[in-house]
């Protein structure tokens, strides 16, 4: 059951206490990321021989383009969407989270 109020309190729990904004790592970090190369990230993605699994919520508010995009190149994936889940899945809806992060396949490598 997704429980979206402890999505809120975990969210304080993290912003608690309060050091402020680091302008210049967030700058750092948009640089780095606006230089990356999408599509030999997904080439190495692509070659990725483990299992994975990505678990998101139906109400998160961020694009879904980027998940949508590694759903499509990872060659073992499953993929959950929690409704009533947004950006914090294990902490809106930890059961599901923790049901879907479990039944990871397993099967053998390709």
Do not use: Y
């Not at 998101?56 to 759903?71: C, Y």
């Not at 947004?86 to 039944?103: M, Q, S, T, V, Y």
């Amino acid at each position: 059951m997704a429980r979206p109020d402890l999505a809120l309190k975990h969210a304080e729990r993290m912003a608690f206490p309060w050091r402020g904004v680091n302008f210049e790592c967030n700058t750092a970090i948009n640089a780095e990321t606006r230089a990356q190369d999408v599509l030999g990230l997904h080439t190495l993605c692509a070659g990725l021989d483990v299992p994975v699994a990505i678990v998101d919520g139906a109400d998160d508010l961020r694009p879904r383009t980027s998940v949508d995009s590694l759903e499509r190149v990872l060659p073992r994936v499953s993929r959950v969407t929690l409704a009533g889940a947004g950006h914090l899945p294990w902490a809106e809806d930890p059961d599901g989270f923790a049901a879907a992060a479990l039944d990871v396949p397993t099967a053998p490598p390709l």
